[in-house]
T-cell receptor, first 112, second 108 residues
Framework: EAQVTQNPRYLITVTGKKLTVTCSQN?????MSWYRQDPGLGLRQIYY???????DKGDVPEGYKVSRKEKRNFPLILESPSPNQTSLYFC???????????FGPGTRLTVL | EDKVVQSPLSLVVHEGDTVTLNCSYE??????LLWYKQEKKAPTFLFML????IEKKSGRLSSILDKKELSSILNITATQTGDSAIYLC????????FGAGTILRVKS
């Protein structure tokens, strides 16, 4: 089944404790992206990747890191999480040149 | 700054009603407008509208792009409780920008 998977789905952590949210897709998509969704603000792009070893900042990259060592994986790293990073996070992927993105199930992160 | 504004923010209708959701945008180098439906968690793709395809229809859902007015509408006829969701509009210009969404609740 073609899908985007994220782990974990729910995470409660404390300020300053490094964490990684994994994202994997099995559709051989070149483009992958991370979004956060907050009430009243819609989806805001954090980082995106056009292909392996190519990443770029989105609208709200501060406090986040990403890497794209393999085509299928695009992990999101929070080196020192803070409470303002409490949010619902989505990973998405698409074929290069297509804006029809496939979204993962989301990760609900709470930083205390 | 690119922006996408959706209206209304939320609405409640009864089964069988017809609804119209609005999306207006200001983006640089417009390429396409996309509609997504978000039930419970992950958004799922509905339509993509471009300059060469300004009207799309799928079952009870249809969408029109008005490039002069820089806007789009999403119509849902004969609504069902399963249509309850957040409807997201996104516009692809120099970057992909999402609106805040319209929360639709269909009561039985």
């Amino acid at each position: 089944e073609a899908q985007v998977t994220q782990n974990p789905r729910y995470l409660i952590t404390v300020t300053g404790k490094k964490l990684t949210v994994t994202c994997s897709q099995n559709m051989n998509h070149e483009y992958m992206s991370w979004y956060r969704q907050d009430p009243g603000l819609g989806l805001r792009q954090i980082y995106y990747s056009m292909n392996v070893e190519v990443t770029d900042k989105g609208d709200v990259p501060e406090g986040y890191k990403v890497s794209r060592k393999e085509k299928r994986n695009f992990p999101l790293i929070l080196e020192s999480p803070s409470p303002n990073q409490t949010s619902l996070y989505f990973c998405a992927s698409s074929l290069s040149g297509s804006r029809e993105q496939f979204f993962g199930p989301g990760t609900r992160l709470t930083v205390l | 700054e690119d922006k996408v504004v959706q209206s209304p923010l939320s609405l409640v209708v009864h089964e069988g009603d017809t609804v119209t959701l609005n999306c207006s945008y200001e983006v640089t180098n417009f390429r396409s407008l996309l509609w997504y439906k978000q039930e419970k968690k992950a958004p799922t793709f509905l339509f993509m509208l471009t300059s060469s395809g300004i009207e799309k229809k799928s079952g009870r859902l249809s969408s029109i792009l008005d490039k002069k007015e820089l806007s789009s509408i999403l119509n849902i006829t004969a609504t069902q409780t399963g249509d309850s969701a957040i409807y997201l509009c996104a516009v692809d210009g120099n970057k992909l920008v999402f609106g805040a969404g319209t929360i639709l609740r269909v009561k039985s």
